[in-house]
């Protein structure tokens, strides 16, 4: 079992930025691949970054160039660096941790105001 706990989210006006974190606990040996998800209201959850434990990187279109996942091992966390927010960035979002089977974080909202 893995347990995630995302934190971070908030309110900002557009153009800011912002930076969520995913602090990961349990069988952590087992995890490979570590990233973000989003949801927007009415909308299905969206991949945003993932990052396997070997570093490589893997963005949506939409946030190339603005956003950066990060990742540490020990103690294992994965970040989410958040820039020049659009008002179309406003979702909930959920850490994602793959070994044998998904786990999600319980999500951190993030609002950007126009």
């Known amino acids: 079992q893995v347990q995630l706990v995302d934190s971070g989210g908030g309110l900002v006006q557009a153009g800011r930025s912002l930076r969520l974190a995913c602090a990961a606990s349990?069988?952590?040996?087992?995890?490979?691949?570590m990233g973000w998800y989003r949801q927007a209201p009415g909308k299905q959850r969206e991949l945003v970054a993932t990052?396997?434990?070997?570093?490589?990187?893997n963005y949506a279109d939409s946030v190339k160039g603005r956003f950066t996942i990060s990742r540490d091992n020990a103690p294992t966390r994965v970040y989410l660096q958040m820039n020049s927010l659009t008002p179309e960035d406003t979702a909930v979002y959920y850490c994602?941790?793959?070994?044998?089977?998904?786990?999600w974080g319980q999500g951190t909202q993030v609002t950007v105001s126009s």
């Open positions: 990052i396997t434990s070997g570093g490589s990187t």
């Open positions: 994602n941790a793959v070994a044998r089977v998904a786990y």
């Open positions: 349990g069988s952590i040996f087992s995890i490979n691949i």
